[in-house]
Structure formats: structure tokens, C-alpha cells
T-cell receptor, first 109, second 115 residues
Framework: GQNIDQPTEMTATEGAIVQINCTYQ??????LFWYQQHAGEAPTFLSY??LDGLEEKGRFSSFLSRSKGYSYLLLKELQMKDSASYLC??????????WGAGTKLIIKP | DTEVTQTPKHLVMGMTNKKSLKCEQH?????MYWYKQKAKKPPELMFV???????INESVPSRFSPECPNSSLLNLHLHALQPEDSALYLC??????????????FGPGTRLTVT
């Protein structure tokens, strides 16, 4: 079967760094996506990894290891507005997104 | 322009009503999607249109009927819904995978309540 695991909830402090992990087992792999979703709003695209390694985009970075079926999203210099759910999604062999349940990130002052 | 628009933002309908959700994008994307999202759950794929043709229907009940009038518009027609259909309905668009660029851009969603 297809499975994507990520922690349900994480708490971090404003100004700090947090790493959200995602492990996956899917039928085929055409890339891994991270989306941010604020409560009651639509998901917004953060990053896309298809090759092993680190992709950096401002305060956000995403890492992929295909051999380990593992990715993480790293958020630096946390701001209160980063409080949101972070969704990991893998594009399978049919080019469809398989979604993780999401990680709710709570930022405390 | 990376915007996907959806109307209405909120919709309350009775179980005997007929209503439609609308979605529009002007990014030149030829793949469009309907998702359903319940609270604290990830989006669930309902339908995929590729080049204005329905390519995926994820065993969605017939009370949901999609329509893609042209490459920029996507509709979801609703009829005889059940209270459990209450959810956030999200539209998304992307380039088709043959041309690369797989990220999906989401609209703000329609919050649907069935009474």
C-alpha cells in the first residue's frame, strides 16, 4: 500500500529552527512536495524535491533521500505567522499526489 | 498571475437543492483538479481534468458532477447532497506532467455546509 507518515503536531519558539520529518512508501516516485496550510485556507506550495539533496528557499529548506524514503522541511527564524499545518505529498507513478495527514506547527512567543 | 479563483466562498444548501461551484485560472494550466477536505485531514482527490477531458474520477458519488467548459474554467455541480458532504472544496491547477512542472496551485476553496 501507499503510506506517508509525518508527526501530528510540533511546537517551537519564535526565532528558533524546526525540522518536520516525512517518511513515505509509495508505488513509484515522481517527486515530493511540501505545502503550507493555514486554518480555513487553501494549501500553498512551498517546495518540490525530485533529486536527493537540499533545496533552499529563503527561510525554508527541504531535503530528500530517495533511498531512505525520507524528507524533511526545515524552517528557520520562526515567525508567529508560520503557525500552520505542513503537508507532505508524494507524486506517485500515475502522477497523482499522495498526501500525508499534515503536521500542525504551533509557534510560541 | 499564479491565482486560482473559486466562487462562492461559502455555500449553505439543503439536501434537495442544486448548486454549482466555480473555479477559474489564467496560468495556461491544462490540468485542473477538484479536492474535498474535511477538518484536520489532508485533501482528498475527487476529479482530474487533463486537456479539458476527465481523466480521473476517484469513485465519487454521482451527486457530484464535474464539468470543464474550457481550459480556464472548472465547475462542480451539486445535487441531492448529504450532510456528510459538508467540507471545504478545493480547486487546483497545474501543468500536465508531460510538460513538467508538477506543482499544483490551489484556489481559496468553497466552504460547503449541507443542512
Amino acid at each position: 500500500g501507499q503510506n506517508i507518515d509525518q508527526p501530528t503536531e510540533m511546537t517551537a519558539t519564535e526565532g528558533a529552527i524546526v525540522q518536520i520529518n516525512c517518511t513515505y512508501q509509495t508505488s513509484g516516485f515522481n517527486g515530493l512536495f511540501w505545502y503550507q496550510q493555514h486554518a480555513g485556507e487553501a494549501p500553498t506550495f512551498l517546495s518540490y524535491n525530485v533529486l536527493d539533496g537540499l533545496e533552499e528557499k529563503g527561510r525554508f529548506s527541504s531535503f530528500l533521500s530517495r533511498s531512505k524514503g525520507y524528507s524533511y522541511l526545515l524552517l528557520k527564524e520562526l515567525q508567529m505567522k508560520d503557525s500552520a499545518s505542513y503537508l507532505c505529498a508524494v507524486m506517485d507513478s500515475n502522477y497523482q499526489l499522495i498526501w500525508g495527514a499534515g503536521t500542525k506547527l504551533i509557534i510560541k512567543p | 498571475d499564479t491565482e486560482v479563483t473559486q466562487t462562492p466562498k461559502h455555500l449553505v444548501m439543503g439536501m434537495t437543492n442544486k448548486k454549482s461551484l466555480k473555479c477559474e485560472q489564467h496560468m495556461g494550466h491544462r490540468a485542473m483538479y477538484w479536492y474535498k477536505q474535511k477538518a484536520k485531514k489532508p485533501p482528498e482527490l475527487m476529479f482530474v481534468y487533463s486537456y479539458e477531458k476527465l481523466s480521473i474520477n476517484e469513485s465519487v458519488p454521482s451527486r457530484f458532477s464535474p464539468e470543464c467548459p474550457n481550459s480556464s474554467l472548472l465547475n462542480l455541480h451539486l445535487h441531492a447532497l448529504q450532510p456528510e458532504d459538508s467540507a471545504l472544496y478545493l480547486c487546483a491547477s497545474s501543468q500536465v506532467y508531460e510538460t513538467g512542472g508538477y506543482e499544483q496551485y490551489f484556489g481559496p476553496g468553497t466552504r460547503l455546509t449541507v443542512t
